[in-house]
């Protein structure tokens, strides 16, 4: 064998005990295969938005989100820590790994899902718009749109987004669904969108709200709540899905909406 020879050889042998380095390792890469699932996860809530989560007289997280991610939690053998962070800081506190899971009446829409995952939908709800009494011919929308009324609602929702469909409709933002009520309660604004079911529990709560706004139609919009995740937690999102799919099936999610009173403002899916 010339040295040419013995060096091409060589190099033969060596690029294939490094290819087959590469393989074992890439095969350790696979979706989710190196995904450890944490002995405690941290699960954050936003306490603001009554009766899906809110902080009771006590002072403890309370509500029918807290109720059903606590039995998701039991169901998957979690061990867990709940925490109260407000809604804007919710998705980027999972993006960068402060908390593993998030439940707070988030709809599942297609631009969130470049950004997180989520799970299975556990309850069906969308979008209400309450009007203030005092503002003649209103029936939808467009008409508010034409008055160029001041519509609330609370920042980068879903209501937020439906508002932006309407031109002509002042938009005013708020950081907390709760503020948009009391201002619509205090003539601060000309009307309010929000989630149907929070919307209707504050509208029947605030005696002002009550007494000077009406709702304007029904539920306008179909949304899916999903729990959210980070987009690589594959092993923790089947958990979170196969504990909620038993939940959905035997009956606990309806009895939780049945407990806080949900109504026909949301509605349990019947998971596939
Ligand atoms: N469902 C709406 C959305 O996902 C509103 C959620 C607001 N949640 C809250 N906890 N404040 O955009």
Redesign the pocket.
């Known amino acids: 064998m010339t040295g040419v020879e013995l060096n091409s050889v060589l190099k033969n042998y060596i690029f294939k005990i490094a290819l087959s380095f590469y393989c074992v390792w890439c095969l350790g890469c696979g979706q989710g295969s190196q995904e450890i699932i944490k002995p405690k996860l941290v699960i954050a809530i936003?306490a603001?938005?009554v009766p899906m989560s809110f902080l009771n007289d006590q002072g403890g997280l309370d509500g029918f989100e807290v109720d059903l991610i606590k039995a998701v939690a039991k169901k998957a053998g979690f061990d867990y820590e709940l925490v109260n962070v407000e809604?804007g800081g919710l998705f980027g506190g999972l993006i960068t790994k402060k908390f593993d899971l998030v439940i707070?009446?988030?709809?599942i829409l297609e631009e969130r899902k470049k950004r997180m995952a989520f799970s299975i939908p556990y309850l069906q709800s969308g979008v209400s718009v309450l009007v203030r009494k005092d503002i003649p011919n209103v029936n939808n929308l467009e008409q508010l749109a034409e008055k160029k009324a001041t519509v609330g609602a609370?920042i980068n929702?879903?209501?937020y987004y439906f508002l932006q469909k309407y031109e002509g409709i002042n938009i005013k933002t708020y950081e907390k669904?709760g503020h948009a009520i009391i201002d619509l309660a205090n003539n601060g604004n000309d009307g309010v969108v929000g989630?149907s079911v929070q919307a209707n529990y504050y509208f029947n709560k605030n005696k002002e709200l009550t007494q000077n706004a009406r709702f304007l139609g029904s539920r306008l919009t179909s949304?899916n709540?999903g729990i959210v995740l980070g987009k690589k937690n594959t092993k923790l999102k089947q958990k979170v899905d196969a504990s909620l799919k038993e939940l959905l099936k035997n009956g606990t999610v309806q009895k939780l909406h049945d407990k806080w009173n949900l109504g026909e403002f949301a509605v349990v899916p019947l998971p596939e």
Do not use: P, R
Request: glycine residues 0%; proline residues 0%; negative net charge.
């Open positions: 936003d603001t938005f809604w707070s009446s988030i709809t609370q929702t879903t209501s669904f989630d949304e709540y």
